[in-house]
């Protein structure tokens, strides 16, 4: 059993990270700018107000914590990026900091080109902010050095979406995972699925990760 905080609990990927990690027996605790707003969290789940940008509220909720998730969403492209900076400038200063997976974006995953979808000449304008963000958020984490231990996982570039937990998926690093038909495609649930197997046995330490079916 794991201590986890779940930053963006509250969100799509982060209600369903929190919930496989309460059906497998973790110990979770929701950190949300409105904790009244997530009544529809597992029962057992506590609730907190955290801020993955805050040095102080990164500090506090680390004192019991053997993994922090982070799953926040809704910003500026800058969010992800101070997320990750703070994290990483607050963790390397504790003796024992928890683990840091960050549920970022796939946008930086690799074509067969060998570029980052992000760079290709049709990547949607409305997304791109936040793909930015994300970019610069596992540039953060990869050029972090010691003291802190991460995880970046990136979903798959387009076909990620709610659906069912079927519990099965494939792994990859820096390309995504395709099917016979060519095509990468996970739902929210079995994201989840892949991220707390990743926390009860660690595979990609200050590394990047994709699943897809």
Do not use: C
Request: proline content about 8%.
């Amino acid at each position: 059993m794991s201590n986890i905080v779940v930053f963006g609990a509250g969100g799509t990927a982060g209600s369903r990270i929190t919930a496989e990690a309460v059906e497998r027996g973790h110990r979770v605790t929701a950190a949300v700018r409105r904790p009244e707003a997530t009544s529809y969290l597992p029962p057992g789940v506590r609730t907190v107000t955290g801020d993955a940008t805050s040095a102080r509220s990164v500090r506090e909720l680390a004192e019991d914590a053997d993994v922090f998730v982070v799953a926040i969403g809704g910003g500026e492209r800058e969010l992800w990026r101070d997320a990750a900076q703070t994290l990483v400038s607050t963790l390397r200063e504790l003796p024992d900091p928890p683990r840091v997976i960050h549920v970022g974006g796939g946008a930086t995953l690799l074509t067969p080109k060998g570029t980052p979808f992000l760079d290709e000449p049709d990547f949607p304008a409305e997304y791109r902010d936040a793909a930015e963000g994300q970019a610069d958020a596992l540039g953060v984490y990869r050029s972090s050095a010691d003291g802190v231990t991460w995880t970046y996982v990136s979903p798959p570039p387009l076909e990620f979406h709610p659906g069912e937990r079927t519990g099965h998926y494939r792994t990859g690093t820096d390309q995504p995972v395709t099917d016979a038909q060519g095509r990468s495609v996970v739902t929210y649930e079995d994201l989840a699925v892949a991220i707390v197997d990743e926390i009860e046995s660690p595979r990609f330490p200050n590394a990047r990760f994709t699943a897809a079916y």
